[in-house]
């Protein structure tokens, strides 16, 4: 069975910068894709980055599109998510998310989703 580990989350002032990492385990071959998706209190679930394990093509919301910047490590099969120039509307639990088989980077469904870590950001 696959899991995913979040670990970063935190309480951080509006500009700052945290970064989420999450480690995939339970499958001896690399995911296809991994990335994040975050709601919001009171909000539904909203996609935010992925990222192609094979070719590294990377996608983003538009909300956070030169703010955030995902990345991976192959041999740790790990993916994270920089976000800088944090906004109060950033605030949300971000969930990671991977999937083993092939989709276009642009398609939302993923089989595997990690517990969430709680990111804050004050004003």
């Known amino acids: 069975q696959v899991q995913l580990v979040e670990s970063g989350g935190g309480l951080v002032q509006a500009g700052g910068s945290l970064r989420l990492s999450c480690v995939a385990s339970?499958?001896?071959?690399?995911?296809?894709?991994m990335g994040w998706f975050r709601q919001a209190p009171g909000k539904e679930r909203e996609f935010v980055s992925a990222?192609?394990?094979?070719?590294?093509?990377?996608y983003y919301a538009d909300s956070v599109k030169g703010r955030f910047t995902v990345s991976r490590n192959s041999a740790k099969n790990t993916v994270y998510l920089q976000m800088n120039s944090l906004k109060p509307e950033d605030t949300a639990v971000y969930y990671c998310?991977?999937?083993?088989?092939?989709?276009?980077?642009?398609?939302?469904?993923?089989?595997?989703w990690g517990q969430g870590t709680q990111v804050t950001v004050s004003a």
């Open positions: 998310v991977a999937r083993y088989s092939a989709h276009d980077l642009h398609e939302y469904e993923y089989d595997y």
């Open positions: 990222i192609s394990w094979s070719t590294g093509s990377i």
């Open positions: 339970g499958r001896t071959f690399s995911p296809y894709d």
